[in-house]
């Protein structure tokens, strides 16, 4: 509908150059994230961990037996009985979807892997489960898990079966602001982080939602432990620190990309000036309001276009 070639709201724009054309909100929003992930910068771990993912999710649903001894051990340990995910990139909410799932099941997932006799092909288990257990890739894990959960959110609400589209602007520097309110940091000097001499590791600074998947981490980790797991973790805090950059990385690259993708925010929410129903219901602001909107509409359709030698008249 809106390719840069032959799409609809092309072809309308070769008639009238004052024509808006708007993308699926929801349809952008996903775009943004797979646009952050395959950064130059985020490319190589945001790799990782989809192929982490879907290998998990493959490893379990081509064995029943293998399936129904994660349950039992979810039963067990009051994990979410919940079977893995793989992530498709064409299916909108499905990244968050599975890495929410994972984060649910890890520690039963990693008992798994730590008790369940090893079967005849599964040479590469052991890999899989040193990364798993890596202080590092947990760590991020949880942040792209919080991350990824609040665009879900954001997603479903353009979904909507009415959505007021000149709402869109404000609703998405709220997430930009939120987003970096809970995840970036002025700087990822460890010099600032509290060492804790009893369990010989840094504290885990505290990011993410209230009761979000970063918040739980701290108390699912003591010293070198997740869980019942042994972890490897660095005393120096060296692989805190990497996660606290890539952290701080990603978060600045989703930022960029909604910025980007929702870069018409301005001209579209100018409109809500001619819904009767956002006039203040008070005298107080009346002279003021809509000054703003009515000029940048003033600019987009009250000047004199020329396409291709073609004048248009303004609107």
């Keep these: 509908m809106v390719g840069s070639k032959s799409g609809v709201a092309t072809r309308l724009k070769e008639v009238s150059p004052f024509v808006v054309s708007v993308h699926c909100i929801a349809h952008r929003t996903n775009l943004a994230t797979l646009q952050a992930a395959e950064s130059s910068e985020c490319k190589v771990v945001s790799s990782e961990i989809d192929k ?3 290998l998990l999710a493959v490893h379990f649903k081509k064995s029943g037996k293998k399936k129904t001894i994660l349950h039992a051990i979810q039963k067990e340990l009051n994990d979410a009985q919940k079977t893995l995910k793989r992530f498709h990139k064409i299916r909108w909410l499905s990244r968050s979807e599975a890495i929410s799932t994972l984060c649910d099941s890890l520690e039963s997932v990693l008992v798994f892997f730590r008790d369940v006799p090893k079967e005849k092909g599964d040479g590469t288990i052991p890999l899989l489960y040193e990364k798993l257990r890596s202080f590092k890739f947990i760590y991020i894990l949880y942040f792209v898990a919080d991350l990824l959960h609040g665009l879900s959110i954001l997603c479903k609400i353009f979904q909507r079966k009415y959505v007021d589209v000149t709402t869109l602007g404000s609703i998405v520097r709220t997430e930009i602001e939120s987003i970096r309110m809970l995840y970036i940091m002025e700087n990822t000097d460890l010099n600032e982080c509290t060492f804790n001499a009893s369990t010989g590791y840094h504290v885990i600074p505290s990011f993410g939602p209230p009761n979000g998947y970063l918040m739980r981490l701290s108390s699912e980790i003591r010293g070198s432990k997740f869980h019942s797991i042994d972890m490897i973790r660095d005393r120096t805090g060296v ?18 990309a909604l910025e980007a993708r929702f870069s018409d925010n301005d001209i579209i929410s100018a409109f809500s000036v001619l819904n009767p129903s956002n006039m203040p219901s008070k005298r107080v602001g009346l002279n003021s309001w809509g000054v703003t909107e009515l000029e940048l509409l003033l600019k987009r359709y009250g000047v004199q276009k020329d396409l291709e030698g073609k004048i248009f008249s303004p609107c």
């Design 239 to 256: 692989d805190l620190e990497e996660a606290l950059v890539f952290q701080k990385t990603y978060a600045e690259a989703v930022c960029r």
């Design 52 to 54: 982490t993912i879907n």
